[in-house]
Each structure stands twice: as C-alpha cells, then as structure tokens.
C-alpha cells in the first residue's frame, strides 16, 4: 500500500489495520506447524449460497467498534446454529481487539453449520488467508478500502487456490470500478462510514447501479429491520447483519423478526401448528378465547400450546369488555381487543384503558373492523394518539387491521390504510398465499394470518403457513 492511501485511511480503520499487521507474527506462529500447501480446499460455494432474493449473511460477533460489548456470554456455536435455519451463509469476527474474534471463534462455527462461512478479518497479509481456510472459513472478506491493486490481486489468487471465494468491499464508486476491473462474483457495499462510524443506507442503492449484472450485491451494516430489508431488496441479493442479532437477548426471534417483519398467525388450536408457525417465520401467535368460534381455546389449551412452543410471542384475542384479567396468563405477551366499536373515541379510551389495568404489563392491542364506516378514521385516531407514548390514554402497542369480526376470510379496502396506520398495525382479513404480495405492498408492520392458511374453520395446514411465509421472506418493495 502507498503511502498516500494509507495517509487517506479513515482514523478508525487505520487504528484497526496498524493493530491487525501486528498481529501477523502471531499468526505465523499460530500456524507455524500447519502444511499451508496441503489445505483442502472448500468444498461450500459462498457465492451460489447467495444468489437469490433477500438472502442473509448471519454474522458472529461480540462486540464493535461503535458499539463496544455486544454480547459479554458469547457462544458462536451456540448463535451458529440458530442462524442455520434462517441465513444463507454466515460471517464471522477474527479480529480481536475491536471486535472481540478469534480463529477459534472460526472454526467452531465451521463445525456447527452446513452454510458457507465467511471469515469477516482485516485481510492484508497471504497468511491470513491460510489462517481462514485451515480454521475452516469457505470465504474471506477483502476490503478495497485497505489494500492496493497488487496485494487484492495476490490475496484473491491465493484464495482461489485453497477454494474460497471472496466477498469484495467498496465504499466508494471508485471502489466499485476497482472492484469491476477484477470481474469479482460477489461485491458488498458497506453502508456505513469508515471515518466517523455513521450509516448512510443510501449507499446501496447508489453504488449497486455501478455493479454488473451477474455479480452479487451485498449491502452491509445498519441493515436492523424488515423493512429496510425490503425497501433495499430492490438493490441488493443479500444482506450482512451481525450487531442487530447478537445485540438482543433472543437471538432466535430477531432473525425472524429481520428475515419476515412482525408476523402473527391467529386461531392457534394446536401445539404442533403452533410449532409449525414459529418454524415458519411467525413472531405472535393469536390465541381465540371465544366459544362461538371454531378457533376458541380454553385457558387449560392454551397453557399446553405455549409449554409446547414457547418461542411465540402470544397474543390473548376476545370480543370482551370485562373479565381482561382471566386471560393475564403465563406466556400471554398481549391482550388484543376484538370487541364491536364502542361508539366513541372516549368509550374506546375508556375500554382501552381498563384492559390496561388488568394486563399487568402486557400489551394492549386495538383490532378494528375497516370495512366499518368508522373504521378507518378510529385507526387513524388511534394511531396518532399512540405516537405520544405510552403515558397517553388510549395508548396501544399495535393495531390490528380486519374485516367485520375476524376470522371471516375476507379482506377490506387496503386502499383505507394511511401510512401513519401502517407503521403501528398488522394487516388481517382472509390473507394466504393468494395475495400476500399484495398485502405486503400496503406496508404495515406485518400481517394477521388465520384462515388464509386453513383448509376448514379452525384447521390449519403447515404446508400453507410455510408458503405463505415463503413470499413473505422473498418479498421486496418496488424500486
């Protein structure tokens, strides 16, 4: 490197890179007993693993430079195979001393995955490339950022030898164009600032239209919900997230949260469609306690389906006024009012706020019947009273989005949706296979899925749930 791209290094990744050569004798040393002629090669294809639509990289990772301890109980194997089952490839930290990483980080992850595993370092030297493949990575990250032409040239060429592909860094156009002029297969697009740490998510969209067709797009950092996964799938194949996952005590439901958004499928009668909903992509499962509903639950059913799969978040659903209390049970996240329209906001308040007083913390949700003439405009209400906080009288956590009382299998105006609506509310009302895209496209939080998945009133069909939430997982937002 010359010396006047190292004089244009941002601080924080000259810091980084100045550690990372003082690391290499290490590294050396480290190996000094493998036959680095005789590695096998890869035998996992990191870039075919990511062509596709909406794709993850699933990163491991303990802490960062912006935000220091991510993780402080750090288990990569562990966090590795929950990733398995919602990621195409996984990406792991070595760098130590920002990031917290180790080979041995590498390596356990290696043996705990079927996916391609990417060694995510600050590559400038041959033997960190040996160092990835011997501790069992299938590619490695090269930055343009922090190597010249020559060292890129020499880097990729040594991984090509052992089988690794490379996922390629640029953070400028010109970066970009260096990139092209290697004609790499995969080409990610860091997001975020390498001066000052800060995200620009426009920068994906900027730089992918300087990207061949058939290469990879891979749109790196800040990437932290579904929604600005579908809103970039216009952009990019697939998407490297690390803080946003190992940053949350559940790792489990925040890849389902970025993989699908907030789902629910309501009318759970069953432990086993309750499991097959959660293995599916659903973050809620709606309970029904109403006895003239073929979905209804008794308390003692409901307790069974929760012991069963406790990784849903579950939501408490009945057309009552009174009695909230009875249904504060273990394992209930939320209340969702189902009852009629009150007949004013102030009677709506006054509802809402009794269940409050009995939810003993849960949350509270509104469902609203849109094809109602007062629907739309007491979402609306509901919706900028919420945006004042949870202090304001009449405050629900979400809206739920329906047709008449539920569960008809029938769908309203979407057209009624407001954005403001949208940014609080599930969407319900007769949602399947058939037209989730079109559901997705009103852009709420998620959607409110019963009897689109049912073969008969109260009968859910896995193989239902898992298509529709197929296009949930693929579905992008137009360009």
């Not at 030297?125 to 990575?137: E, F, S």
Request: hydrophobic share 40%.
């Amino acid at each position: 490197m010359d010396q006047s791209q190292q004089a244009a290094l941002p601080t924080v990744l000259e810091g980084i890179v100045a550690a990372r050569r003082t690391h290499l004798p290490a590294i050396r040393e480290r190996l000094a007993h493998v036959d680095l002629d005789a590695l096998p090669r890869s035998q996992r294809s990191f870039t075919e693993a990511l062509r596709g639509t909406n794709r993850f990289i699933m990163e491991c990772k303990s802490s960062s430079p912006s935000l220091g301890v991510i993780r402080a109980h750090y288990e990569p194997g562990a966090i590795a195979r929950i990733y398995s089952r919602y990621a195409s490839a996984i990406s792991v930290l070595c760098e130590p001393e920002r990031f917290g990483g180790d080979y041995d980080h590498l390596q356990t992850v290696a043996l705990s995955t079927h996916l391609p595993v990417l060694c995510k370092d600050f590559i400038i030297d041959p033997i960190q490339v040996y160092a990835a493949r011997y501790y069992g990575a299938d590619a490695i990250l090269l930055m343009m950022s922090i190597v010249d032409d020559e060292t890129f040239r020499e880097l990729k060429a040594l991984a090509d030898s052992l089988g690794l592909d490379v996922l390629t860094e640029a953070i400028t156009a010109e970066e970009v164009e260096r990139a092209r002029a290697f004609g790499v297969d995969v080409i990610g697009i860091n997001n975020r600032n390498l001066h000052d740490l800060s995200i620009d998510l426009e920068r994906t969209a900027r730089l992918a239209g300087g990207i061949p067709e058939g290469s990879v797009v891979v749109s790196e950092s800040g990437i932290r919900d579904h929604a600005t996964v579908r809103r970039l799938g216009a952009h990019a194949h697939a998407f490297l997230v690390g803080s946003q996952l190992t940053g949350t005590p559940d790792v489990d439901r925040a890849c389902r949260l970025l993989a699908f958004g907030e789902n629910k499928v309501c009318g759970l009668t069953s432990p086993r469609t309750a499991q097959a909903a959660r293995a599916a992509g659903a973050v809620y499962g709606g309970l029904v306690f109403e006895a003239s509903s073929p979905r209804s639950v008794t308390p003692e059913q409901a307790a069974a389906i929760i012991s069963q799969e406790p990784g849903l978040d579950y939501v408490a659903v009945s057309r009552r006024t009174t009695g909230w209390e009875e249904l504060a049970l273990d394992g209930i996240s939320a209340l969702q009012i189902h009852a009629p329209y009150q007949g004013s906001v102030q009677a709506e308040t006054k509802l809402i706020e009794s269940v409050r007083a009995v939810a003993d913390g849960r949350q509270v949700w509104r469902a609203i019947d849109m094809t109602a003439e007062h629907g739309p405009e007491l979402a609306q209400h509901l919706a900028e009273l919420s945006a004042d906080g949870p202090h304001a009288p009449g405050y629900v956590e979400r809206l739920v989005l329906d047709s008449g009382a539920g569960g008809t299998g029938t769908a309203f105006d979407w057209g009624t949706v407001s954005p403001a609506v949208g940014k609080l509310a599930l969407l319900a009302g007769g949602i399947g296979k058939h037209n989730a895209k079109e559901a997705l496209a009103v852009g709420t939080l998620g959607l409110d899925i019963n009897s689109g998945v049912e073969t008969a009133p109260g009968v859910k069909d896995s193989g239902l749930i898992a298509q529709t939430f197929s296009i949930i997982r693929t579905y992008t937002d137009a360009p």
